[in-house]
Structures are given as C-alpha cells and as structure tokens.
Nanobody
C-alpha cells in the first residue's frame, strides 16, 4: 500500500507564494504519475498539475506560468511551487498518485490554501 502526506498550505496575501509538498511512503515502486487537484467551496475538484515518473508535466490553463510542479523520485515526493497567488486560487489542494497496472487514484488528506486580497 501507499500513503500520502501533504504539507505546506496556509494563508498568504495575493501576489505571494507557497510551496506544497506531498511525500509518498510504502509500495512507492507502484507509483506512476503524481500531481495535484484542488477544490474550492461549491465547486468541483479540478486538476491543477501533474507530472509523470519521467518528468513530463501538464498544467491547468489557470495556473500556467504561475505554478510549477516537480518531483523527486528518490524521495517519492512531489512539490507544487505556487507563485503570484490570486484569491481565486483559494481551495483545498489534494495530492494524488496513479499506479502502474491498476486503475484509480490515491488521494492525500488535503491541505488548505487561502489567498487574501
């Protein structure tokens, strides 16, 4: 099994930065892609960014050029560097991973990011 532990959320003013971290433990050899979703109050969960084991990345249009996803396969950790934060980035951010050879994602517990105007 794999466990995910997130950290790094918090309260920041608009224009500020935060870095989210998600560390995986357990049977990490099974992990394929890693990434982040977010869910704002009253809205559906949306993909923020994802990174493959090989390092290929994909971003939501709303965060391109502001957020950077990276991954350390040796530490089984994925990071989300968030710059130029906007109030509309306020949400609970969830780390997720996908697995080789099986369907479905594993989710982290979520971390709150609040951007004040």
């Amino acid at each position: 099994q794999v466990q995910l532990v997130e950290s790094g959320g918090g309260l920041v003013q608009a224009g500020g930065s935060l870095r989210l971290t998600c560390a995986a433990s357990g049977s990490t050899f099974m992990i394929n892609a890693m990434g982040w979703y977010r869910q704002a109050p009253g809205k559906q969960r949306e993909l923020v960014a994802t990174v493959s084991r090989g390092g290929s990345t994909n971003y939501a249009d709303s965060v391109k050029d502001r957020f950077t996803i990276s991954r350390d396969n040796g530490k089984n950790t994925v990071y989300l560097q968030m710059n130029s934060l906007k109030p509309e980035d306020t949400a609970v951010y969830y780390c997720y991973v996908t697995f080789y050879g099986r369907s479905g994602n594993l989710w982290g517990q979520g971390t709150q990011v609040t951007v004040s105007s």
